[in-house]
């Protein structure tokens, strides 16, 4: 269970069910007022092809355990077929920008025991992000079939960084997505051996996405984040735990501070649900949780 809590009154108040169960797909929350936040730059230029001498996947640094629990389950989270707030109010514009629906962001996460992996749909398109640690493959197809989806829409593989937990299932899961392009920071590409691993500094979009630079747990840690549909995938930036929202611990993290200012940096967004590698997704206001962490770093 996600065990977060409404705090601030707001008007999204459905009944929503929680849960790990299978066969079901989430949909962000849209926030009452919805986000047309959108990058004002792609900048494909941006973007660098990178292919990277061989070199071992690195778990995290300083024993993030790595290891598959013996309790990990390829979870299908439940699906939260709710109308969208907006959508109940009466529309006299003629003009809808919004996307259609079968553009509408959903996802599924594959708990996968100590560290989740996540699928992001949109149609029959898919975008994964984090792989897990080697043998997650099958759990992260489960979780793609619980969308509708196979690994052959899969059009994005994200690494939000380097660490064993999260990379671990690279080449798996690329050999299983033949369509995908694989993404993750440059700064942490060195570690990513011998692949065609597509470099992000932060600012680019994928899949509707914005890539955002999270640096401190490693050098080239991504989140990326959708504005329409307020969610951020913070990898290792942040984790969860009973609702909240916590800092990882030091040792797992190449530069505390930096891993600190952003913590703050991240507190700036605005979302709604948040997906972390380690601990259970946040779905209602989670930016405010993250704001409360931020806060307490002085
Ligand atoms: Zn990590
Ligand atoms: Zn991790």
Redesign the pocket.
Known sequence: MCGVHSVDGSPIGHEHEHGHDHGKIFYPRARAKSRRAFLGEVGKGTVALAVVSPAVLSA?SSG?PTGASPGATTSAPSTVAESDPAASTPTTSAVDSEPAATDELRWGRANLGFVSAYVLARGNKATIVDTGNPGSADAIGETLATLGLNYSDVEHVVLT?N?G??AGSIDAVLAAAINATAYAGEADLSDLSNRDIVGLTGGEEVFGLEAVASPG?TPGHMSVIDHDAGLLVAG?AVWTENGGVIAGPDR?NTDTAEALETVKALAQLSFNTLLV?HGDPIEMNADTALVDLADSLG
């Open positions: 995290c993030e960084h660490h937990d999260h747990h290792d797992f590698g």
